[in-house]
Nanobody, 111 residues
């Protein structure tokens, strides 16, 4: 069974940066995405990337977050810059084609 393992979360001050990684246990095909869920809110799609490299972003993170993937390493990344308190959430990676989710990594933006 394919597994996804996220890493890179943590506590950062407003304006800071974090880089999330999502490593798959085998090479995956198709779209991949990063989602987040804040306390009391629904899970939302933050960024998605297709196999060919086309990307899409939540409006509130455009210009601050960058999604990328290294197919040879079966790893997806989310570079998050200029972080804001409202970015605080548990971040999950997801591969719809396989119907799998990572375990989540906490991102907290606070002074």
């Amino acid at each position: 069974q394919v597994q996804l393992v996220e890493s890179g979360g943590g506590l950062v001050q407003p304006g800071g940066s974090l880089r999330l990684s999502c490593a798959a246990s085998e090479i995956l095909f198709g779209a991949m995405g990063w989602y987040r869920q804040a306390p009391g809110k629904q899970r939302e799609l933050v960024a998605a990337i297709l196999s060919g490299g086309t990307t899409n972003y939540l409006d509130s993170v455009k210009g601050r977050f960058t999604i990328s993937r290294d197919n040879a390493k079966s790893t997806m990344y989310l570079q998050m810059n200029s972080l804001k308190p409202e970015d605080t959430a548990v971040y999950y990676c997801h591969v719809p084609t396989y119907g799998i989710w990572g375990q989540g990594t906490q991102v907290t933006v606070s002074s």
